[in-house]
């Protein structure tokens, strides 16, 4: 493990120049350990395409966008904020109409590891991080596999909680008003990362490093306020909790690489989990 804990790094595609500009497009990339994140912008009939992924990866679409996806020889229509997940190999995203599409990949994506904005945050390999271990295939075998987040009803959490064999995403129910500042949860993650997307309003992301033996890597604790889209990556053993802020709707997602074990192991919490086993 480092003696200096990583610090917390993030992409705001609202300010900041993209690292990708194709016809229709401009993406915006961040990465972490184990994963790589590409929020694009962009204009109906742009095509967001992969030649040869290596292995699986998540396309979550905005509001107002769909698109169709073409990956494994099948074709679907993925509706505005829906999720699918996408095959190993070549494949392409059309967009139907304006907006964003995030694509969530692992850190096989290697040539969009190298592109990314914080890239050099992670040139020591970050070995204080779990490695990204594969999960069984899915029965029936690979194939796309689209979800509408918004169409399960969840009274009694705002998590939504997906999975593949290398990727999980927390599609967390849209705000509407501030969260509750009495009602923050605290907490950290030993040896994974979190990414946070933002596509949605505007967050506070409270910080807290832990100390290390050497007093001269101390970090002062961080109030990260960051604007929509972007993605902040919360390094591990970091405690961390987030609030939205001011009066718009806000929509957060939150993201693992490889999906988490403590949620996969509860009951009913991970809504495909039939279309994806456990090791």
Do not use: C
Not at 37 to 55: F, Q
Not at 90 to 108: D, F, I, M, Q
Not at 248 to 257: K, V
Request: aromatic residues 8%; negative net charge.
């Amino acid at each position: 493990m480092t003696a200096q804990i990583r610090p917390a790094s993030a992409g705001r595609a609202y300010s900041a120049p993209p690292q990708l500009t194709e016809a229709g497009s401009q993406t915006w990339i961040t990465r972490g350990a184990n994963f790589v994140i590409a929020v694009s912008s962009v204009e109906r009939g742009a095509v967001l395409s992969r030649a040869d992924n290596p292995d699986e990866y998540m396309v979550l679409l905005g509001d107002g966008v769909g698109a169709t996806i073409k990956a494994g020889g099948e074709t679907i229509e993925a509706a505005p904020e829906s999720l699918t997940i996408v095959p190993p190999g070549p494949s392409e995203v059309t967009a139907k109409g304006a907006g964003h599409v995030v694509r969530v990949l692992s850190n096989r994506a290697s040539d969009l590891l190298i592109k990314a904005e914080n890239a050099a945050t992670y040139a020591d390999g970050a070995p204080e991080v779990a490695p990204l271990m594969t999960w069984p295939e899915p029965p029936g075998g690979f194939r796309l596999r689209n979800y509408q987040p918004f169409g399960y009803d969840k009274p009694d959490t705002n998590m939504r909680i997906f999975r593949s064999t290398n990727l999980m995403i927390n599609v967390l129910t849209k705000r509407t008003s501030p969260r509750d500042v009495t009602k923050l949860s605290p907490h950290s993650h030993d040896d994974f990362e979190q990414a946070s997307l933002l596509l949605e309003g505007d967050y506070i992301h409270h910080l807290r490093y832990p100390w290390v033996p050497d007093m001269s890597q101390w970090r002062a604790d961080e109030h990260l306020e960051i604007g929509s889209p972007s993605v902040t990556v919360i390094p591990a053993r970091v405690v961390h909790t987030s609030r939205n802020v001011g009066d718009a709707r806000s929509w957060l997602i939150d993201i693992f690489a490889p999906p988490r074990l403590d949620f996969s192991r509860k009951a009913g919490l991970v809504l495909n989990a039939d279309d994806y086993p456990m090791p």
